[in-house]
Structures are given as C-alpha cells and as structure tokens.
C-alpha cells in the first residue's frame, strides 16, 4: 500500500467480488492520501473501541449485532458510496501496522478486529455467507442426504440441548475436522462422528472465524517483522509518527474550551471536586490542595491546571487559586516567577501561544507516576485497599464497589470509572468515560438541573434543599 499525497485511484467497482467482507489477505495496491490514512484508522478505531467497551459490559450477542450494525454505520461510511470498500480495507491495514508493534497491541487488535467480523459475518445475507466461505476456501463439506438421515437423531439431540429449531429435511450441515471448529467443540454444540464436526449453516460463523483468527495472528506477526526491520526507519519523519501515536488517540471532544456551562468561580472548586470530579482529579485536588502538599506541582500545573481549565476556570482565576494555595510555601514572588508562567502556558497566553488541551484517560493511564507521586490513573495505580477505600470516600456501594475491583482486576480501568460514575450518580452511562472533563460535564449536566430546582419558589424549601449537591450521599468525601 504506497502513501501519497496526490488524490488515490479507485480499484473497486460496485459489484466487486468482495464488496460486503473483505478476507484482508493482502494489502491493497492502492494511493491513499495521507490525511486518508489516519482519518480512516480513527473511524476504524471508534468501533473497535465501541465493541471492546460493549464486550466488557457484557453484552448479548443479539445487543452486540445492533452496535456493530450501528457502530459501522456511523463511522465507516465514504461519502462515496463506491469507496466504502477501499475504507474498510485501507483502516484494516493500517491499524494492522499500527498494533503490530507489541504484544499488547497485538492481542487487543486480534481480539477485537476478530469480534467486529464474526458480528459483521451475522449481518451478512446467506448468498454472501456462502461467497465467503468458497473464497476462504475452508475445509468443509456439504453432508448428502443419507449421511444427514443417518445423523439426525443425534443433530436433533444437539439441537434440543440448546433449544434450537430441529433440522429438517432440507437443511444445510458441514463436516469439517473438529479441531476448526474449537469454540464449538468447547461448548459442547456440535456432533461429532470419526473425528468430524457437524455444523449447521447457523454455526458455520465458528468456522469462519477460526480461520480469520488465525490468518490475522500470522499477518500481525510479519506486519511486525517488516516494521522493525525495513518500515519504521524508512518513514520516520512521516508514517512512523502516525502510527505509533495512532494507538494512543482519544477520539472524543478535546476540552480545550468550555462550552456547555460556562466558567466557574474558584469558590465554586470545593464543592465541584466533591461532586463531580472524577477519581484521578479528586485525587490530586485532595492530595495537592486540601492537604496542601507542595512535591510535584510541575505534574499539577500540567494534569489538574488543564482540566480545571477545561471545566470552566478562567485563567485569571485559575492564577489566584494556586497562588493562594502555595504562596505560604514558596512565597507570591517566587510562585509568580518560576510557576505563574506554566499556568499561563497552559492558556496559550506564554511560548508558542499554543491553547493545550487536557488530558484523556488514555494518556493519563499510560503515564507512570515516580515514588512519592500522585498523578496518574488511580484504577491502574492504586492497591487495592486504597482504591476501595477513595470509592468509598465517593459513595460507591459495596456491590457496586466489587463491580469496579472486578473490571481493575481485567485491566478494564475506563469501564471501572464508567461504573463508579454510574454508581455515584444512581444514572447509566453508555457512551462509557473516556476523558476526565467528559465525566465533569455527564456529573454537570445530571446535578445541575437539581440546583436549579432549589432556587425555584416553592412552599417546603426544607424539603427542596434534599437536592442540592453538597447534601447527595453521592458528593460525599
């Protein structure tokens, strides 16, 4: 696949052979604009991300055959119907380059682009499914109708078992070996006879899958073999960064400017942090201005002074709050010489007046706090005692708490937050977090209509003050 900067050719028509799902055995010999490149990778990530969010919370594959439907609706469609092809198989290959690179990368990129065919495969009408089985060209077999009238009481026993409609006469069944069909085999779903598995036309999905699993653990392989020793030095000044930094992108709103509440007041930062601040930013406020330790501010002006700035805290105030918290440490002349400048950095008023967005939880995740530190993702960082203990702090429940331990325990930190703001906020969150200030604005958006309701005239006010922020079981600290 060459990278140009000129305008790519088409090489599909509309009735290519391969128009619904591609196998992806090799890469195409296409021209693709490089702004094509990353543009197609990112729509391609938003529903690998999307299927490995919904995978997490365990999802019926009936609700997962809706989300991927949805999910490749929403973002893999080309304006040129005619391109949708050459879009699917150019984000293949390019991610396939992006997650090559480490073993980590690979398993997750296995896993889910191997969840995304099986679903689309589903989708699929029964001329195609049967398309793409000759085009895998895969062991299997057709049973005649004797071999079928002679196995049909023990496919209906099968079929019994797992309250599936018995097979009749003119159903359609495959003898494969049945070591391609393990998932099968592991369930307990399938004949088997002299070391043959019958599948029905329902299950050949296992066969497929199997087969593309296998096929894409292999390319992964040799994809990381030429990027380490021919492709990485040959593109680093132009792919090379793309592609490591692709693995890395958070692919929703960047924060840099507030746009749904306006600003916010410095006196409104207490109760705000206890009402709606995530775990990693409660935290640091806790650590750094209620307690009023001075170690790291570096990290500080860095991670808290951009999500402060993107909840809302002009920069004006933003100065005079962390000079009145650390100006007893190290004095109003010192704090305005050596810290006031990162601040205002941080509001693209210093340097290459760069306005700087803040962090997601993915670069929050990735980063590795030093002894004595307290940046970082507290679901990944923290023991287990002391993440139990800061849910608690936050109102979680017992049952919801092991609900989060359990997602910290499978490396599923986003989706541990996303039920920790689900149990604080007694409210479903779908769209799961993904960025520090997304939490902020969901809490906002949940509690602000309660404080509005308080400053309407009514006869108990005794009875309205329940619902003001600081008195929800869910700001306590």
């Known amino acids: 696949m060459e990278i140009v900067r000129s305008q790519r050719s088409r090489t599909n028509t509309p009735n290519d052979s391969v128009s619904t799902l591609p196998l992806y055995r090799y890469a195409p010999q296409l021209e693709v604009r490089l702004e094509d490149f990353e543009v197609f990778a990112m ?15 365990g999802k019926r594959p ?3 055959e809706n989300l991927v439907r949805d999910l490749w609706k929403a973002n893999m469609r080309h304006p040129e119907a005619s391109e949708d092809v050459n879009k699917d198989i150019i984000s293949h290959f390019v991610l396939r380059l992006v997650y090559c690179r480490t073993e980590d990368l690979r398993k997750w990129f296995l896993s889910m682009e191997t969840a995304l065919y099986r679903y689309r495969f589903l989708l699929g009408s029964s001329e195609a499914k049967r398309a793409l089985m000759e085009e895998f060209d895969l062991p299997c077999k057709a049973i005649s109708r004797t071999e ?24 359609i069944f495959y003898k494969v070996p049945f070591e391609e069909v393990p998932e099968l085999v592991a369930g307990r779903r399938v004949y088997i006879h002299k070391g ?28 990381n073999r030429k990027w380490t020793s021919t492709i990485r030095e040959q593109e680093k000044d132009r792919l090379t960064p793309i592609v490591e930094a692709l693995s890395m992108s958070y692919l929703g709103p960047d924060y840099s400017q507030t746009k749904e509440f306006g600003e916010i007041s410095i006196k409104d930062l207490d109760q705000l942090a206890r009402s709606s601040f995530p775990l990693c930013m409660r935290h640091l406020f806790d650590k750094y201005v209620f307690r009023r330790l ?28 962390w000079k009145a918290e650390f100006s007893h440490k190290v004095g109003a002349e010192r704090f305005d010489k050596e810290y006031a400048y ?44 002391n993440l139990r203990a800061a849910l608690g702090r936050m109102g979680v429940g017992s049952r919801a708490m092991e609900d989060v331990v359990d997602k910290v325990r499978n490396r599923h930190y986003q989706l541990a ?26 809490s906002h958006k949940i509690l602000q209509p309660k404080v509005q309701i308080v400053g309407q005239p009514h006869s108990d006010q005794a009875e309205m003050a329940k619902f003001r922020p600081s008195n929800l079981q869910t700001c306590k600290s």
């Open 148 to 171: 079928f009238e002679n196995a049909k009481e023990k496919l209906e026993q099968v079929a019994r078992s797992f309250d599936q409609p018995l097979p009749t006469a003119d159903a």
């Open 342 to 385: 990162s601040i205002r950095h941080n509001y693209g008023k210093e340097g290459k007046r760069t306005d700087y967005t803040p962090y997601s939880c993915q670069k929050i995740i990735s980063s590795t706090p030093g002894v004595g530190d307290h940046h970082g993702c507290p679901y990944r960082h923290f023991s287990e005692e």
């Open 43 to 57: 729509d391609r990530l938003r529903v690998l991300k999307g299927i490995s969010d919904a995978l997490a919370r």
């Open 196 to 223: 043959h598995a019958y599948v029905a036309m329902h299950q050949v999905v296992s066969l497929v899958v199997t087969q593309f699993r296998s096929n894409l653990s292999k390319a992964l392989i040799l994809t």
């Open 294 to 321: 001075f170690t790291f501010l570096l990290s500080l002006t860095l991670c808290v002074s951009l999500y402060a700035k993107g909840v809302g805290l002009r920069m004006e105030d933003a100065l005079a709050f």
């Open 417 to 442: 937050c996303t039920l920790t703001f689900e149990a604080v906020h007694s409210s479903s969150c779908d769209a799961g977090i993904n960025h520090p200030n997304q939490y902020f604005s969901d």
């Open 62 to 64: 009936e609700e997962m």
